[in-house]
């Protein structure tokens, strides 16, 4: 056998069956001219199925058949007419040497020219002039003869038993695909060729067979279901006309070879979503009391049996003292926290288990009470550990969908949850009644923490355990934040705490009189709305950014962004599962502001809130005493006595308002609330967020963007620039982009994007540019197809 150098070695079984097929011509050893044509004779018809498949890599190959000129296919008075080259329907290169496929026909056949059938008469000669792609011992190639033979052929590993002869047929036209070098130390038998046949990946077959039989087996012909079957026997003991029912047991048995199909289908269930309903509709087995994840974990009927066990246990929680409710909380975590590796939890069919691990840090927290000290001390504890209470309760809420889950939880939170909360509120309450309010009063001078080329980003009620959230995020993605804690303005609403947020404060005063806490502009007494804020921002030289607008990235601005105290009014205690989708819109737009060149964005807010599923407590103020009255603070009516407790207005401290005994609430059935006085409420925390290492990157320049069609061509004033190229709808929003692939940058500083939707020509998109971890680190507005 000639061996090839190595750059014409083949990489595939039908490129190596084509160059052989080609050698034939150049080891003729009959004539010393080049033969008029290569004969391959099939008498078993072997290749037949494989034929059209090759014609497109060997253009000069021919089928003895029936006359079909597009299928390059005639007699054989045909085909000596296209070797001769003689007819304008079938084009042959001159330096080609013609192949004639014979299928059906043997070399015997031509060599026995006296008995030779009427048809191949024409072709007779030919082997004389020709020459005949055979083995070396002159009998045809068969399939198995190439696949096994070190003389000309693959010298692979095949067995010659009839099981494995019937399944390699089958499934040659995938075979031929298959790379040679990953054949080779391989037994290919009839397992293997069955499970090429089937796909290729008998797990996955299994598991989509499982997920869906029914459209499985019609997308299947009988010699693919029938090596499907032949696969299922061998790999994993089964045989799938015993149905799915059946297969859904095994694999939720996870015995033998169905653990490794067990674990796949945990990798990836949501690809799966019917196998769970198939493993219910059979019969599952009897879970003893001391059944485990280990043993039965593949049973969803027993994941849902330990859910109703855990709900009924959760409950029972409601009128249990916090000592004990915690204690519970413990060892209930200890017991099912197994169910939490399984992939139930994972399809969230095990919400309970998930919101122990939460209840856990709750019971943990809540351990230690806040309620201790002065407000130097509390302030320590809340930032220290206190705000893990509050974040751990939205975090065992954002499992639950189902009423009797949340009631579950709900039992369990207000057992632990609510007193602590109280406990802390009233402490607070009283020191602030003794001293001063922890947020002080308005204060004449401008706040100290306006810079230069800074941006101040206003996110309405981001609670101190949703601002550490926020940070978390920002610091993932490499960002350099500094946290600082902010005591809120009195009353804890937006009106006026939002104002006191503001670079403007020291132009902000309090009218006397005004009962909804809304401040003015202190020159004029006019109310302070947004718009007139916006107009003493920009009288003031700070930027106004709307919507997306990034502004210049030099001097100041303001801009405000998010609203979770709108979703927290609107949605109640679920909040908590939408939470994380708001906060990532807040670190998409610090990223854009960023990536636009300010060098630093402070992140600030109004207030906090409570959230106590089940309702906060009511409690009661006659409406004849109020002015005004809100969740959690009431203007009292001049003249009128009251046992609530008085506080200063922030913007006016000689005018008083009521303020809710500790966590109480003045509406009935409020789980969200705010506007008193407790650390939920009133102690925030501000975020100020810069470029990692001041983002050495960002003075990367985009020189010229250019289009052909919808090509992008990029271009950077700088040369071995080590960043990725993106053009997205939204510049922070990866989920955005437009083109086929983002592009690292070529040493030369260029690259090129594809956008894949003809129908964006002409809108507008923003190029940007990417750093290692996937930081924004420049960004243009292009316009789709042209212009920039």
Partial sequence: MSIQPPSEQPLTVAQALIAAVRRAARHNTDTESAPHCILWTDRDQQWQSIIPQLQGDIPELLVLGDYDPKRRSGPAIWLRCAIARVLDEVYLSSDATPVLYLPGVGRQDLRAVENCPQFLKPLAELQYRGVTWSQVNGKDWTVTAFLKSDQGGLGLDVPRDDDTKRAMLLALDSLVDEDVALLRGKRLDATYFNTLLAGGDPTRDLLKWLNDAESFRGERDDQQWAAFREVCRAQFAFDPNDGPIAGAAKLAGRNGPWLLVWQRFSESAHRYPHIPAQIRRSKAPDFGLFSDAVDVGGWPQWNDSQESALRHQLTALADTPAHQAREHIHKLNKEHAARRELVWAELGESPLACALEPLNTLAEVTSNSLAAGGIAEIKA????????????????????????????????????????????????????????????????????????????????????????????????????????????????????????????????????????????????????????????????????????????????????????????????????????????????????????????????????????????????????????????????????????????????????????????????????????????????????????????????????????????????????????????????????????????????????????????????????????????????????????
């Fill in 381 to 788: 504890a809340y930032t220290t550990f206190g705000w893990k209470a509050d974040d751990a309760v939205l975090a065992a809420l954002a499992y639950l969908r189902a009423q009797q889950d949340l009631d579950a939880v709900t039992s369990a939170i207000r057992a632990i949850y609510l007193e602590w909360c109280q406990d802390s509120a009233r402490h607070l309450q009283t020191i602030a009644a003794q001293q001063s309010p922890p947020g002080g009063v308005r204060s004449e001078s401008p706040p100290q923490s306006i810079r230069d080329n800074q941006c101040v980003l206003f996110v309405d009620g981001l609670r101190f355990d949703t601002g550490k959230r926020l940070a978390a995020r920002l610091e993932g993605i490499g960002l350099t934040i500094e946290e600082i804690p902010i005591w809120a303005a009195l009353p804890s609403v937006t009106a006026t705490g939002k104002a006191a947020v503001t670079p403007v404060s020291d132009k902000i005063a309090g009218e006397a009189g005004s009962t909804n806490f809304e401040p003015s502009v202190a020159e004029t007494g006019t109310t302070l709305s947004g718009y007139q804020l916006k107009k003493l921002l920009k009288g003031s030289d700070w930027q106004c950014l709307r919507g997306d607008e990034l502004g210049t990235g030099e001097g100041q601005a303001w801009c405000e962004f998010g609203d979770i105290d709108h979703e927290g009014h609107s949605r109640g205690w679920k909040l908590a599962q939408h939470l994380d989708t708001l906060l990532s819109e807040v670190q998409v737009r610090v990223e854009e502001l960023l990536a636009a060149g300010w060098e630093e964005v402070r992140v600030v807010t109004d207030h906090g809130w409570l959230l106590l599923p089940g309702g906060l407590p009511k409690i009661e103020l006659p409406s004849a005493l109020a002015e005004s009255k809100w969740g959690r603070c009431a203007a009292i009516k001049e003249g009128a006595r009251t046992q609530e407790r008085l506080f200063p207005w922030y913007w006016n401290p000689h005018q008083e308002f009521a303020l809710a005994d500790g966590i109480s609430c003045y509406k009935h059935g409020e789980d969200y609330a705010h506007g008193g006085l407790s650390l939920q409420e009133c102690l925030t925390l501000q975020l100020v967020v810069k470029g990692a290492a001041s983002w050495a990157s960002a003075n990367v320049e985009i020189a010229d963007v250019t289009w052909r069609g919808l090509r992008c061509n990029v271009a950077l004033e700088q040369e071995g620039v080590e960043a990725t190229a993106d053009l997205r709808e939204r510049a922070g929003d990866p989920e955005s982009s437009v083109v086929m692939a983002p592009r690292i940058l070529r040493d030369n500083g260029t690259c090129s994007l594809v956008v894949e939707d003809e129908g964006l020509e002409g809108k507008v998109a923003i190029l940007v540019l990417l750093d290692d971890a996937g930081r924004l680190i420049q960004q243009r507005e292009v316009q789709i197809g042209g212009g920039s």
